[in-house]
């Protein structure tokens, strides 16, 4: 998973800059066993107005390209073009009217999302495109209504369809703007219980995902964001079996609540290998490919998806 830079007026400038360490990136990933590069991670893809530059450099070395976005921009030139060497797109929404999707995506433009995916779907259809689009909704109370909605419009314009609860709430549980603040305060209070994580069992982000920003930075996870404290230090200088040694023993780890799940006998021995790394023994038998596929995904009784995190939030 690749992160892409927020907030700069010089998105495009800093990727042309960065052709060669995304290149130099590939080529170690593709080393030590990647299978998929992600273009996403907190942020819009298609602000980078060359990102099909960068999924064509993909899929010159073979990778299995994804892209997850909202689509919520007036103008994206470069979207049938790129999309043309993108295996899966996620478009993500949490409403069909402005004024229910504007809760959550706020700031967002439905009309622009409806306009993007009517052009992807008729690209589809004409053959221009072969790319697998996931329209995902985030499902809270406030807007479950317009569940079928959006479900009949993924059919009509032959996409996929999910329906994924949605984490905290976008009216009475809003993301705090302190969340450095909060993480420097864990890790102050360190406790060296791992007490979400029974023996046997493993946070699957620290197996299925390398989080890696837009400088070349692999970070703890994805689901935590690219703040200073869980950085954990230049791709290209660590060898995996270091980077998967420095996540799976963060103290971060110690206060995620993320749904653990049973260890394969892979990962069993990506840790061996891991810890025979550190202590300079020879490694024998590299396992080749460092994730498997994605943890299934879990659903409750009535056919919501569950969060990724794994616990079936309430409102």
């Known amino acids: 998973m690749r992160h892409l830079p927020t907030g700069c007026a010089r998105l495009s400038e800093h990727f042309k800059e960065n052709e060669h360490l995304f290149r130099r990136i590939l080529e170690k990933g593709v080393h030590d066993g990647a ?18 530059e960068y999924t064509e450099i993909v899929k010159q070395f073979g990778l299995r390209c994804e892209v997850a976005s909202t689509l919520s921009l007036r103008r994206i030139d470069c979207l049938l073009t790129c999309l043309k060497t993108v295996d899966l797109l996620w478009v993500t929404t949490s409403g069909y009217t402005q004024s229910i999707y504007q809760v959550n995506h706020a700031a967002g433009n439905v009309e622009y999302v409806l306009r993007h995916l ?53 009216i009475r549980m809003k993301a705090p703007s302190t969340r450095e603040q909060e993480i420097t305060e864990l890790l102050g209070s360190f406790s060296s219980s791992r007490k979400y994580e029974e023996p046997g069992t493993v946070c699957p982000l620290i197996f299925e995902h390398i989080a890696v920003n837009a400088d070349g930075d692999v970070y703890q996870c994805s689901a935590h964001g690219y703040h200073p404290q869980l950085r954990i230090g230049a791709y290209l200088d660590l060898s995996r079996e270091e980077i998967l040694m420095r996540r799976y023993t963060h103290p971060f780890c110690n206060f995620c609540n993320w749904k653990r799940r049973q260890a394969t006998d892979i990962e069993g021995t990506l840790l061996d290998q891991a810890l025979d790394a550190r202590l300079g023994r020879p490694m024998l038998n590299r396992v080749p490919r460092l994730s498997g596929p994605d943890t299934p995904a879990q659903y409750n009784q009535e056919g919501d998806q569950l969060p990724k995190d794994g616990h079936d939030h309430r409102w």
Do not use: M
């Open 118 to 170: 009517e052009s992807i779907s008729n690209a589809k259809k004409r053959g221009i495109i072969q790319t697998d689009v996931i329209l995902r909704f985030l499902k809270f109370d406030y807007n479950a209504h317009e569940e079928i909605i959006l479900r009949s419009l993924a059919e009509e314009y032959g996409f996929h369809f999910e329906a994924l609860l949605g984490s905290g709430h976008p």
């Open 35 to 52: 299978y998929q590069v992600g273009l996403f991670n907190w942020t819009e893809p298609f602000l980078i107005s060359n990102l099909q």
